[in-house]
């Protein structure tokens, strides 16, 4: 797939708000060379059909691998990048080849960059819940990872992605 996502103006309803303060060391994961570390995933607006979850990636191995899907029972999931340009323009990208962890790298998904995206939500994402989302790597395989909903920094709007549209 090579379509885009195109989300108007927002200021990202992932958007670019502040990190949250959870304790998250609880959350780690490992799985072969990758260890997951800091899930969480921002709560969501009642009427908001979708929503996005960020982690760190880390890899210790000798070779790369790849996130290159991720599923869950709640939502579509994708993975996306989000890019402002010099006009506070925000677009997010399908990244449809998934995202490489090279060897010894440390890739972070957080606000205003990439990140996984919750697509035709049946819930809203309510602080305090987890949600359970099943990450599929190239070499680790499938990794499940409880993400514990946190909500937005204050400042950080809370707007849907009502309005994206795929092109
Ligand atoms: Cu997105």
Redesign the pocket.
């Known amino acids: 797939m090579t379509f885009k996502?195109t989300?108007a103006v927002m200021a990202l309803a992932?958007g670019l708000g502040s990190a949250p303060s959870v304790a998250q060391t609880h959350h780690d994961v490992q799985a072969g060379n990758l260890t997951i570390h800091a899930p969480f995933a921002r709560s969501s607006a009642r009427s908001a059909s979708?929503g996005?979850a960020f982690l760190t990636i880390e890899n210790t191995g000798a070779t790369a691998d790849r996130l290159v899907d991720a599923r869950a029972d709640f939502a579509m999931v994708?993975m996306?990048v989000?890019k402002v340009d010099g006009n506070g323009v925000a677009t997010?990208q399908?990244l449809s080849d998934g995202i490489e962890i090279a060897a010894g790298a440390t890739v972070t998904l957080e606000p205003g960059a990439m990140?996984v995206?919750f697509m035709g939500l049946k819930q809203p994402l309510v602080a305090g819940e987890t949600r359970r989302v099943t990450l599929m790597f190239e070499k680790a395989g499938a990794v499940e990872i409880d993400f514990p909903v946190v909500a937005p920094g204050q400042g950080a709007p809370m707007m849907g992605?009502g309005t994206?549209q795929m092109n």
């Open positions: 996502l989300l992932i979708s996005a994708q996306h989000t997010m399908h990140h995206m992605h994206m």
